[in-house]
């Protein structure tokens, strides 16, 4: 029973170790929610309708970051939806040139 007990504790504290790691990774990334059609080009106020349209022509969901325009792909996008064209914080794991979305704030 002791072993079982100490085993437990074990892998409880493995499986904290493992998810500090995972938060720790996080980025936040300031920029706009746009479209993969429009890209860059999308960043800015007042573009939520053609972002719509894109979107249901097949785009994919992208962040345009705001220090250096890079269009992140989302590989999360119901985690986006909602704020088509906003100027959004986003929290999430970058890898390459994709976003796995985590939070959102408006800015």
């Known amino acids: 029973m002791k072993k079982l007990v100490l085993m437990l504790a074990v892998l409880s504290m493995l499986f904290f170790v493992v998810s500090m790691v ?8 300031n920029g706009y929610v746009s479209d993969s059609m429009c890209g860059a080009k999308g960043a800015k ?9 894109c979107i249901t022509k097949g785009a994919k969901y ?26 959004v914080a986003v929290t999430g794991h970058v890898e390459g040139d994709s976003i796995h979305v985590d939070s959102t704030k408006m800015m």
């Open 22 to 29: 995972w938060a720790a990774d996080a980025t936040t990334v």
């Open 45 to 53: 106020d007042g573009h939520t309708d053609c972002m719509n349209k």
């Open 62 to 87: 992208v962040i345009v970051t705001d220090t250096d325009h890079k269009v992140l792909t989302v590989s999360n996008p119901d985690a986006l939806k909602g704020h088509e064209g906003h100027h």
